[in-house]
RNA sequence: CGGGAUGUAGCGUAGCCCGGUUAUCGCGCCUGGUUUGGGACCAGGAGGUCGCAAGUUCGAAUCUUGCCAUCCCGACCA
């Protein structure tokens, strides 16, 4: 078996792919920039879609489904966000093929079949979910409208990275409708707060909160808000985005609605989101040179239990003590596989489920049921320990919390430890060069010193964190007086 | 989209420069047996549009051109 992964310090991008492809989330398709998601990798998705899901619905949100093609006429309507996209939309001109009458058994694409308007494939929902919302709102007793739906996107971006950047990717998005201004910022604020929590306390993975510059802003929106995380090699990666969009949208396709005194006035409108692309967070934050390292809250498994016997009655025996372990793990809610295949032998199953990231791995033999206990390894610190059988299942659940817990413990003071205060360029440019992370310095809120330093560093504004210190001091590049320090990184 | 690299069985590869029988090897796969506490062993076996297409040639994995896909670097990117 050769499921070599290239080290981490070897080739960092070269050990992401290893990782994707070989613990078997994802491949690579015959189409460009698009990827299979493999059953395991869904699996992971799945999970995280239903604890999100559920995050929206509790905060009273429900679930549409709104067409993948957006007239041209309606995309281009709220200017800057079409804008915005125009470079990377997938575009529908025609609507049948043909037999080639050149070229026998093969199609082309009929002339004759040509769309009068061409149809853009959604790179977000917004123009065709706000032009439905003009049907469903006139009066204040229709708001808020509160929908969520979960869909597949297409970007056709240039270069794509399995999971974190895809022509066609799976996300949610949600949009929201509001009367006040006032309700429609904390919509987006509570909503930032759900990723955040979903982020932080599921995926083990601690996020810097945070408003992004005009810049780095979504075309369309007033304000977006961002939770940032920071990856094992010191960059950077927007996992989650919630945007206050006023009332951009509402005019652009004439939402209005009459208030309480009956005076019309546009809807205030929010819009949020977050991808697949959290997979690929969680492969870079989580795993090692042997493999994923899945949180227990959204392993697809949690537990698998390895037999160690030799014939046919010691594995009788052992499956019969596997049963009632298996029983009492699942009363407590906890995902187990237990995998007595005879085509590997245990050697090769450890290595496997390591690589697959499972968060515990508990092994069974001989040995063990003459001394009622088992062998349980765990995935985040691969230590092993040999545990009793009495209150099994208890003892396991604990493991895996502390493994969650363990996770994101390390997660943040590996992030803690990365964000690093920069006064002056050299600082600023040396720690991105050697530490990497983020870089605390302050800015002159011009764009186009922004613009510049991204020019001459490579890293972006990755946001201005919510309650963020006042402080007095100078722009990092120019000098100017600034009253806060803003997050700088290279970025994903 | 620009520069560079790669593409030979499921995976990793030799052969390509210098065209010439039946395309090399390892892992995996199938059958049988022995095995099973960190990626087992023996014996036998199957598996190939040499990325795709056109061209040059008596003959192409090998030479030429175009295309497709992947990786790296850039540009681009909510």
Request: charge should be negative; include cysteine.
């Amino acid at each position: 078996m050769s499921k070599e992964i290239t080290s981490r310090a070897q080739d960092y991008s070269q050990w992401y792919n290893d990782l994707i492809l070989k613990s078997g989330l994802a491949d690579y398709s015959a189409v460009r920039g698009c990827m299979v998601i493999k059953p395991y990798g869904f699996a992971l998705w799945e999970n995280m879609r239903d604890v999100l899901d559920k995050m929206f619905k509790d905060t009273g949100h429900v679930n549409a489904y709104f067409p993948l093609f957006v007239p041209k006429s309606l995309f281009e309507a709220e200017e800057k966000n079409a804008e915005g996209f125009a470079k990377e939309c997938a575009v529908v001109t025609h609507y049948r093929l043909k037999a080639d009458p050149n070229n026998k058994g093969k199609l082309i694409v009929d002339p004759e079949a040509k769309l009068e308007e061409e149809l853009v494939v959604r790179p977000t929902s917004e123009a065709i979910i706000w032009n439905t919302y003009k049907t469903w709102i006139q009066s204040y007793r229709d708001l808020p409208i509160l929908v969520n739906q979960w869909a597949n996107v297409v970007r056709w971006e240039m270069r794509t990275r399995l999971f974190l950047r895809t022509a066609e990717f799976l996300w949610q998005e949600g949009h929201t409708a509001h009367a006040t201004a006032e309700e429609a910022i904390v919509e987006t604020k509570k909503m930032l707060d759900v990723y955040a929590d979903f982020v932080e306390n599921w995926m083990a993975l601690p996020v810097v909160k945070g408003v992004k510059s005009p810049n780095e802003r979504f075309a369309g929106a007033e304000d977006t808000y961002c939770i940032e995380a920071l990856m094992q090699d010191g960059k950077a990666l927007q996992a989650g985005t919630s945007h206050f969009l006023g009332q951009n949208f509402a005019k652009a396709f004439d939402v209005k609605f009459s208030d309480k005194e009956n005076k019309l006035d546009y809807v205030w409108a929010t819009s949020w989101g977050v991808s697949t692309r959290l997979i690929g967070a969680l492969v870079m934050a989580h795993s090692d040179d042997n493999g994923l390292v899945l949180p227990p809250k959204i392993a697809p498994v949690q537990v698998v239990i390895v037999p160690i016997y030799r014939g046919e009655e010691q594995k009788q025996v052992i499956d019969a003590k596997v049963q009632e372990l298996v029983k009492q793990l699942k009363a407590l809610g906890i995902t187990v596989k237990y995998d007595d295949s005879d085509n590997a032998r245990p050697g090769w199953k450890f290595a496997e489920y390591e690589l697959k990231g499972v968060p515990v791995r508990v092994a069974l033999g001989p040995k063990d049921l003459e001394n009622n206990v088992a062998e349980v390894a765990r995935r985040d610190t691969k230590e092993k320990s040999s545990v009793s059988l009495d209150g099994f299942a208890q003892h396991i659940q604990q493991l895996l919390e502390d493994i969650q817990q363990n996770l994101f413990n390390r997660a943040k003071s590996y992030r803690d430890e990365h964000i690093t205060p920069a006064n002056t360029w050299d600082e600023f440019v040396q720690t991105l060069d050697t530490k990497g992370g983020f870089v605390a310095a302050h800015w002159d809120g011009t764009p186009e010193t922004e613009e510049k330093i991204k020019e001459l560093s490579k890293a972006t504004i990755r946001c201005i964190p919510l309650n963020n210190t006042e402080e007095a001091g100078a722009c990092i590049l120019t000098g100017k007086p600034s009253s806060q320090r803003v997050l700088f990184a290279r970025a994903y």
